[in-house]
């Protein structure tokens, strides 16, 4: 058995960071582990995660040493910090040597082997605990006379809940993510008493296997299941099938009394004949909505079984719903229900998604044609099935590719129903339209920003996330809920495409501003947020000052370092500019016109630009075997042109070799530099912002600034300013 994960100490325990059924923080020691196994122990568990076998205390064990007090026979684990690179080559090693039939000290001895031919730092801190004699091999050799065959890999990725074969999902082997959005559901169901949930968006999204891994978890359930199209006969009578007591099927069957009336008395006699409950689950549910003011309501037939049956479950409070639907749909007392919305595999749920798709993962295809098929597919995980199927298994992925990409007519079906296009009007068109500028999820608030010129935006907002055309992230809050309109809208709704310029230009600042204002200000540690809002700063080329105004944005926010990051990775995105850019750089109209902050600023951004250009791989830190000699003096002519010969990098670097300076870092030079031309008082460095920005300073050399730092996080995540040697390039 193997766990790998983060560890912490908690309650005087060494403990895996795991997590409750409803998402929630719990820490896991090792005899919680034990307890979970319920004493159903395998020969070995691997511990993966960072000091598992280090002894915290003298009377305080490892986690593998109290597995073993618990009577677990053998336990690996770490006796210190582990990169996960390490980890994975030791899993890798180690279970090819288990697999092969080798006793488990000989495949250790070799993965010890494989360590130390990689330079792993840290390959002794691997750590084998035993209790009582030696495990010896886990797998009968293959060839051994009378060894089983092992069981066939399964490479069919749907099978059938039900047997009318019509309840079809992703078997558990292929089943991957959306564990928020179980979460969520399980939470709804057990802790807020929902009675209900409604699972929607886009065909293909999973809406189906979803409710199915839901059904497993309800064990004390009698399961429903309706596919399609229901209707208050066929309800009872599927009902009748599950019931043993003739005279309770008697009852339901009797139509003298409502619905309502029937169910409600049914489940009760249910509880006092101590049966299980009910869990209806009506998958396919679009076929019972028919389209009204641009959404969908319920069926008038369809509307009375479910509020009979809603109305049974409010009275006696057992029975459970789950319905899947492409389509939100309006109705009264949907507040009964917890709406969880889909969205496209993403990030990590992606890359397991493609790991378990034979073309996707063969690497014998070109990387472009796997870029084009997954940007076609945009992480819908029935159409990377397909794809990988039916387009990267043929001989002409190109051409194949192109088709598709041309023209949808042969695969929209696949994700989407004739009748959605009739909902979608000229105004709901446009504001699809502009929320495509914005390319990651994204708060509510920002597709507000780039809609807000449409009149009755917000209607249509919600709209298009009521027919799964914004997809929908699993957070529970609405707050913090973000969204994103499928890129494979304008693949099958052809007159939903990006603004043209110069319209998109101005969509792309109020997206960046928005995402500044909700994002820039707080501790964000994440670069692809960071990398959106530059990603939309610089789109908009009719700004001049796009690139100074996205470092004075890097400047102000809490986490440097990942805004850093993505200021230069969507800097090279754009390397194609950056040689006219570079002519046009802005920095002599701002120094004569004695702008001297925005000019500081701007030196700065010239130098961004050149290791973009050049694909600079070094930190912020200019290295004179890399950046251009001719760059840096023209940077420092004109700084000393329009300042009379007071700024300027040569007048810094006479300032600071007459202080002893000679290349090197020297804390007191540099201490003493820093008071020479005004970056410190006293015994502290100055805040940029409390730098004199003018000619009038009492300081030669006060500027330019930023120039000689860059910026490193310390342990506790806070800025701190470094020196950078730009003298002896000079």
């Known amino acids: 058995m193997h766990l790998t994960g983060h560890t912490k100490f908690r309650n005087d325990k060494p403990c895996f960071v795991t997590e409750t059924e409803y998402g929630e923080a719990e820490y896991s020691s090792g005899e919680d582990i034990a307890t979970q196994l319920q004493y159903r122990y395998p020969k070995l568990i691997f511990l993966s995660g960072c000091r598992t076998g280090y002894e915290y205390e003298e009377n305080i064990p490892s986690m593998a040493e109290s597995l073993l007090s618990e009577r677990v026979t053998a336990v690996l684990g770490w006796g210190d910090r582990v990169l996960d690179t390490d980890a994975t080559t030791v899993a890798a090693k180690f279970y090819q040597g288990l697999s092969s039939g080798k006793r488990v000290t000989e495949a250790l001895a070799e993965t010890y082997q494989e360590l130390i031919k990689v330079n792993a730092r840290d390959w002794h801190k691997l750590r084998l605990y035993v209790a009582g004699s030696l495990p010896g091999a886990l797998v009968t050799p293959l060839r051994k006379p009378g060894r089983k065959p092992a069981p066939r890999y399964n490479k069919t990725i749907d099978e059938f809940r039900d047997e009318e074969r019509k309840f079809r999902v992703v078997n558990r082997e292929n089943f991957v993510g959306r564990r928020r959005q179980l979460q969520n559901c399980l939470r709804a169901f057990k802790l807020d ?52 007591d003739a005279d309770l099927r008697s009852k339901l069957q009797n139509n003298k009394n409502g619905l309502k009336y029937r169910l409600r008395d049914l489940f009760e006699n249910l509880i006092e004949a101590g049966a299980k409950p009910f869990l209806f689950l009506f998958d396919d549910f679009e076929f019972n909505l028919e389209p009204r003011e641009g959404g969908f309501v319920l069926k008038p037939e369809v509307a009375e079984v479910l509020d009979a049956l809603v109305f049974a479950i409010r009275e006696i409070g057992r029975e459970k719903i789950i319905i899947t639907s492409r389509y939100e749909f309006q109705y009264d007392l949907l507040s009964e229900f917890w709406v969880q919305g889909l969205d496209a595999f993403r990030k990590a749920d992606l890359k397991k998604k493609l790991k378990r798709l034979e073309n996707f993962n063969s690497g014998k295809i070109d990387e472009k044609l796997i870029e084009r098929a997954l940007k076609l597919a945009d992480g819908n995980p029935r159409l990377l099935e397909w794809l990988d199927k039916d387009v990267l298994a043929c001989k002409n992925i190109d051409a194949k590719l192109t088709e598709h990409e041309s023209s949808s007519e042969d695969w929209k079906w696949k994700i989407t129903r004739s009748e959605l296009y009739a909902q979608i009007d000229e105004k709901g068109i446009q504001v699809l339209s502009n929320c495509l500028v914005l390319e990651i999820p994204v708060p509510m608030l920002a597709l507000d920003a780039v809609c807000e010129s449409i009149s009755g935006y917000q209607e249509k907002l919600n709209q298009a996330v009521d027919l799964g055309l914004i997809e929908t992230g699993s957070e529970v809050e609405e707050s913090e809920r973000v969204y994103r309109v499928s890129r494979i809208v304008p693949h099958i709704i052809s007159s939903i495409k990006l603004p043209e310029v110069p319209e998109v230009y101005s969509l792309y600042e ?7 204002e909700l994002w820039g200000k707080k501790d964000n540690r994440s670069e692809e947020k960071w990398r959106e809002i530059f990603r939309l700063k610089f789109a908009n080329k009719e700004n001049p000052e796009r690139f100074r105004e996205g470092f004075s944005q890097m400047l102000s926010c809490d986490y440097y370092s990942a805004a850093d990051s993505a200021y230069k990775s969507e800097l090279k995105q754009i390397k194609t500019e950056l040689t006219e850019l570079l002519k046009n750089n802005n920095l002599e109209e701002y120094l004569c016109q004695g702008e001297w902050r925005k000019a500081d600023e701007q030196t700065v ?92 300073t009492d300081y030669t050399g006060h500027l330019p600034f930023q120039a000689w730092q860059y910026w490193e996080a310390t342990e506790s995540m806070r800025p701190k300013i470094e020196f950078v040697n730009l003298g002896k390039l000079l």
């Open 193 to 244: 008493d929902k009675l209900g949930i409604l699972i929607h968006g886009m065909g293909g999204l999973g809406k189906s296997t979803i409710a199915s891994r839901l059904w497993e978890r309800f064990s004390e359930y009698e399961t429903v299941l309706w596919w399609q199209q229901i209707d208050s006969s066929n309800l009872v009578q599927k009902l009748a099938d599950k019931l043993r």
């Open 510 to 516: 109020k997206g960046s501003e928005k995402l500044f």
């Open 605 to 696: 951004v010239i130098f961004y630009q050149v290791m973009a250009l050049r694909d600079i791989q070094t930190s912020f830190i200019y290295d004179d075997k890399e950046f251009p000699m001719s760059i840096l003096k023209y940077i420092d002519q004109l700084w000393i042109k329009y300042s009379n010969g007071k700024f300027g990098f040569s007048v810094q670097k006479k300032i600071y070799q007459s202080l002893g300076g000679k290349g090197k870092y020297d804390k007191e030079v540099y201490e003493a530099f820093g008071n020479e031309v005004g970056w410190r008082s006293g015994e502290k460095q100055l805040h940029y912002s409390d730098l004199t920005f003018s000619l009038n």
